[in-house]
């Protein structure tokens, strides 16, 4: 059993106190730390607690007269390093780019994490907010932290220029003044958005502490990876910044897989229960109108036209519309065999082959001969593939169209990558991308994807989508090469 670190002191903020019970419950059940955890309704009795030495802060976003975003701002007046996490009822782009913006560590969407990951995140959080400050306030030890941290740090000047690297700048970047092509490069130039850009440069130039933003960076011309920056006034120099990268992609990745498992299971719960209390009082509306259509005067029966049969018609409807759901939410039960996973992408090609040659759209296959055969029922997964290479074709213009397909191995997962050159998916959909009956086809019923998620589901898999609109979309399936 892993050792315990020492107790921490954690002030969450939140005029719920049921919320700070189901908090307190959860933090008990994480095995790495012990929490004492104190409770302030509002911002006046959270100034009153800030004499106090609290590890970590846990803040409510919606607070009544007064917003989590204040209460940062109090925390953050009092102690800039102090570790605080947001907490927010929903989802909101508008919350994340806000608590980013204020020094908010991180932030978490009620009801969909845990004790172990509320804990995880809590720990994380001191962990940085402690690594901030020693760069900040201890500059004889910057050089051995500078030399060995697993992330990659830089020293750069108020033009972007990189003054200085550690070692694993060098290993994720592969840049080195030593090499013959060595050319001077300035920080911006890695990074992909203009508006980052934009902000770095201006803050570069302004009076700041501390900044922590979120940015797409280019670590070679194939490969974006989405970071935290970590950015330093360097005290000893006021023209220089010292900048930690803290790759967030895989972070990114996993939260995305398990928040879509979670999605799935929900809306599977959901369908049982609709099936559970909707079935049965069709059944009986069913028979009840059979019952009418033998008992009723034929006069009457004429007189009604077709009502009887619209009856019976829709509950037929309505009946085949649950079955569906039902089993396009319920895990699927899998006739495996070791099948070369190359091979079944192939066979799932043929069968879009007259429609990729129909559309005259180029298809390039890269297909690691590294990956093997793999556990899985191989007519489902080929449904799957053949449901996303359809939804690719579809999405892009004839003789203009490009079909990506890619098989590799990462991570000791068998990963296939479909890509298209579409016209993409507006972010405003792509959350709804696996919902059931969700489909922007005038024909489709919105079932294919939610039955493709759920055969990889099945499998032990996960999938996930990314898409840019005027750009492509593409779908990465992965499944265990065990």
Do not use: W
Not at 114 to 125: S, V
Not at 166 to 181: A, L, T
Not at 409 to 422: A, L, Q, T, Y
Request: hydrophobic fraction near 40%.
């Amino acid at each position: 059993m892993p050792m315990k670190d020492s107790k921490k002191k954690v002030l969450f903020v939140d005029d719920d106190p049921e919320d700070f019970f189901l908090i307190e419950i959860m933090l008990r059940s994480y095995k790495m730390i012990d929490f004492e955890l104190t409770h302030a309704k509002n911002f006046k009795e959270t100034e009153e607690h800030l004499s106090e030495n609290f590890d970590a802060y846990l803040v409510d976003y919606r607070l009544g007269s007064e917003s989590g975003i204040e209460v940062l701002g109090l925390i953050k007046g009092r102690s800039k390093h102090a570790p605080v996490i947001i907490l927010t009822g929903m989802e909101n782009g508008q919350v994340d780019n806000q608590a980013m913006e204020f020094g908010a560590a991180d932030y978490l969407v009620k009801g969909a994490f845990d004790g172990q990951m509320l804990g995880r995140t809590i720990r994380y959080a001191i962990r940085d907010a402690e690594l901030h400050e020693s760069l900040e306030i201890a500059g004889r030890k910057f050089k051995n932290i500078f030399e060995r941290s697993a992330d990659p740090i830089i020293l750069i000047n108020q033009d972007s220029l990189i003054m200085d690297f550690n070692p694993s700048f060098v290993q994720k970047f592969g840049y080195n003044p030593e090499e013959s092509d060595f050319h001077a490069l300035y920080f911006t130039d890695l990074l992909v958005d203009k508006k980052d850009k934009t902000f770095l440069k201006n803050n570069l130039n302004s009076n700041f502490g501390v900044l922590d933003f979120e940015a797409k960076i280019k670590v070679n011309k194939n490969q974006n990876i989405v970071a935290l920056l970590s950015i330093v006034m360097n005290e000893s120099n006021k023209g220089l910044f010292q900048i930690m990268i803290k790759d967030l992609t895989e972070f990114k990745i996993r939260n995305e897989e398990l928040f879509n498992l979670r999605r799935f299971s929900s809306t599977g719960r959901i369908a049982r229960i609709l099936a559970h209390e909707v079935k049965n009082p069709l059944t009986t509306i069913l028979l009840s109108a059979e019952q009418l259509g033998y008992e009723l005067p034929k006069e009457v029966k004429e007189e009604s036209g077709d009502l009887i049969e619209s009856i019976k018609k829709n509950c037929s409807r309505i009946n085949q519309l649950i079955t569906e759901l039902l089993e396009s939410t319920r895990f699927t039960e899998l006739k495996s065999e070791r099948y070369s996973l190359n091979k079944l992408v192939e066979e799932a090609l043929e069968e879009v082959e007259g429609r990729i040659n129909l559309k005259c759209i180029e298809l390039i296959k890269d297909l690691d001969p590294d990956v093997g055969n793999v556990n899985l029922d191989v007519e489902k997964v080929k449904i799957a593939f053949v449901n996303i290479l359809v939804n690719a074709v579809e999405a892009m213009d004839g003789k203009k169209g490009i079909l990506e397909v890619k098989t590799c191995i990462k991570s000791n997962k068998c990963i296939v990558e479909i890509s298209d050159n579409g016209a993409g998916i507006p972010q405003e959909n792509l959350d709804r991308l696996f919902e059931p009956f969700y489909t922007s086809k005038p024909t489709g019923s919105g079932l294919g994807l939610t039955n493709t998620q759920n055969i990889i589901f099945s499998h032990g898999g996960s999938i996930r989508v990314q898409s840019k609109e005027g750009v492509g979309t593409t779908f990465y399936i992965s499944l265990d090469c065990g």
